[in-house]
T-cell receptor
Framework: DAGVTQSPTHLIKTRGQQVTLRCSPK?????VSWYQQALGQGPQFIFQ???????QRGNFPDRFSGHQFPNYSSELNVNALLLGDSALYLC?????????????FGPGTRLLVL | GENVEQHPSTLSVQEGDSAVIKCTYS??????FPWYKQELGKRPQLIID?????GEKKDQRIAVTLNKTAKHFSLHITETQPEDSAVYFC???????????FGKGTLLTVNP
């Protein structure tokens, strides 16, 4: 049973660039959430995708956008990168319906913005 | 909005001792309270969860208690082992609000 996977594992970008991170949910799951985890902090909710639409969004600027594909995988895009965007980006998957709050995390993508 | 306070920020115990981490929240509509364990450089791992219609739940050496009236919940780890060393996050969500709100984490160190 495949768990949540993310790619790439690490990424280095410079200020102003754009980045795309990818996530494949756990087998059987249909909902993907994205979180940003700064060093020494708890993960912060960015947004959640279900049925290929953004269902809910946290307190992040429009520079952060996403997409969900028909196979339930998802992308997180960040434009005009800032130094403060350096963080671990985590994807979590869940199954809509009963117990949909139960989310399982991927290994994350560590982004460094120089 | 949702907010969760977690204490202590660091906790050091001897192997075999018990560890307790406490969290308080403000929004009475919160109804799902999972705990995640994150080892250094690894993904957050769900270790136990509790819903607001339950007061206590136990899984081997781990237990969670919830006091809805006082708006606090706690994680109890008994007979700690060195492999329990990690950062533990208390988390909550509410109703149709699908996001998870994390506490700031507790760094637990179990000394052999």
């Amino acid at each position: 049973d495949a768990g949540v996977t993310q790619s790439p594992t690490h990424l280095i970008k410079t200020r102003g660039q754009q980045v795309t991170l990818r996530c494949s949910p756990k087998s059987g799951h249909d909902t993907v959430s994205w979180y940003q985890q700064a060093l020494g902090q708890g993960p912060q909710f960015i947004f959640q995708y279900y049925e290929e639409e953004e269902r809910q969004r946290g307190n992040f600027p429009d520079r952060f956008s996403g997409h969900q594909f028909p196979n339930y995988s998802s992308e997180l895009n960040v434009n005009a990168l800032l130094l403060g965007d350096s963080a671990l980006y985590l994807c979590a998957s869940s199954l809509a319906g009963m117990n949909q709050e139960t989310q399982y995390f991927g290994p994350g993508t560590r982004l460094l913005v120089l | 909005g949702e907010n969760v306070e977690q204490h202590p920020s660091t906790l050091s115990v001897q192997e075999g001792d018990s560890a307790v981490i406490k969290c308080t929240y403000s929004d009475s509509a919160s109804n799902y309270f999972p705990w995640y364990k994150q080892e250094l450089g690894k993904r957050p791992q769900l270790i136990i969860d509790i819903r607001s219609n339950v007061g206590e739940k136990k899984d081997q050496r781990i237990a969670v208690t919830l006091n809805k009236t006082a708006k606090h919940f706690s994680l109890h780890i008994t007979e700690t082992q060195p492999e329990d060393s990690a950062v533990y996050f208390c988390v909550l969500s509410k109703g149709s609000n699908y996001k998870l709100t994390f506490g700031k984490g507790t760094l637990l160190t179990v000394n052999p």
